[in-house]
């Protein structure tokens, strides 16, 4: 037997996985107050569910990221401060975030996410820390599309423009 050969949990982590799961946390400590924040700027009631589950999946994240680090002698990034909480209407206009700026904001984040996740899980040689950052790449998946599905039936998305005809078919049929 090799030393990578038992428990993936018993094996060591290599310094790209421990520096990762580290990044990561402080990541989402990072997410999970300005998750926080945006709350309090969004006015519909849909959004705000999303930005819950935002905020509840990188408080989950957070914590499966420092157990394990705990877990093999590594002290894990500090936390931050609890935001005091405010009320939409307490936010002046020109400084509040509109709920069609938010909407992207939080798709533009789990797609980041994804590229990060899909990182982490390539560099890995431990399984079930591959296998944690395919689980949270997954999430994070669930919640980008349930942000553009959202976007999409309130009329928040701008599309790029859309190629409807191309030029070289116009060019072909003449």
Same mark, same amino acid.
């Given at each position: 037997?090799?030393? /990578?050969s038992g428990n993936p949990k018993n094996?060591?982590? *290599?310094?790209? %996985?421990?520096?990762? /799961? ?18 309090? *700027? ?13 905020? =509840? !999946?990188?408080? /989950?994240?957070?914590? %499966? +990221?420092?157990?394990?680090?705990? *877990? =093999?002698?590594?002290? #894990?990034? #500090? ?5 005091? %909480?405010?009320? @939409?209407?307490?936010? #002046? ?6 709920? !069609?700026?938010?909407?992207?904001? @939080? ?9 990060? +996740? ?5 560099? +890995? ?11 949270? *790449?997954?999430?994070?998946?669930? /919640? ?12 928040? @998305?701008? #599309?790029?423009? @859309? !190629? ?5 078919? %116009?060019?072909?049929?003449?």
């Amino acid at each position: 037997m090799g030393i /990578l050969s038992g428990n993936p949990k018993n094996e060591p982590l *290599h310094y790209g %996985e421990a520096y990762d /799961l580290w990044q990561f946390s402080m990541a989402a400590k990072g997410c999970v107050s300005g998750y926080r924040a945006l709350s309090f *700027h969004a006015g519909d009631k849909e959004l705000k569910a999303i930005i819950g589950d935002a905020i =509840n !999946q990188a408080e /989950l994240e957070a914590s %499966e +990221c420092d157990e394990i680090l705990v *877990h =093999n002698g590594i002290a #894990p990034p #500090p936390g931050l401060p609890e935001r005091p %909480e405010a009320k @939409l209407e307490d936010i #002046p206009v020109g400084a509040r975030f509109a709920d !069609q700026e938010i909407a992207p904001m @939080l798709s533009a984040d789990m797609a980041a996410g994804l590229v990060v +996740c899909s990182q982490i899980m390539a560099k +890995c040689i431990r399984e079930d820390v591959g296998a944690l950052f395919a689980k949270y *790449h997954a999430t994070k998946a669930a /919640l980008g599309l349930k942000s553009l599905r959202l976007a999409k039936e309130k009329g928040w @998305l701008i #599309p790029p423009p @859309l !190629q409807i005809v191309r030029p070289e078919l %116009e060019e072909a049929r003449k």
